[in-house]
């Protein structure tokens, strides 16, 4: 049984998710960045940019600017 001071050492150890918390969190990311993948592609914008999702506070910027500005793909077209 662990005591206080065995607890806070398992804790402090750096793995608080223990031997899969790496695959957690690349599973994690996958799951933030394939649906951003689509929606930047669709809305022709370069797909790079859902790599920024998972960054935080500039996903939240990336987020007002995607939703403020001028789509490309939605953009006339010269011919038509």
Request: glycine share 4%; net charge neutral.
């Amino acid at each position: 049984m662990l005591d206080a001071r065995d607890l806070m050492t398992e804790m402090m150890s750096g793995t608080p998710m223990g031997p899969f918390g790496p695959l957690m969190m690349l599973v994690f990311a996958v799951l933030i960045i394939l649906p951003f993948w689509f929606i930047f592609a669709k809305a022709g914008f370069p797909r790079w940019l859902s790599l920024l999702m998972v960054v935080p506070i500039v996903n939240a910027i990336m987020l007002y600017v995607f939703a403020f500005s001028d789509w490309p793909s939605l953009q006339k077209k010269p011919n038509e």
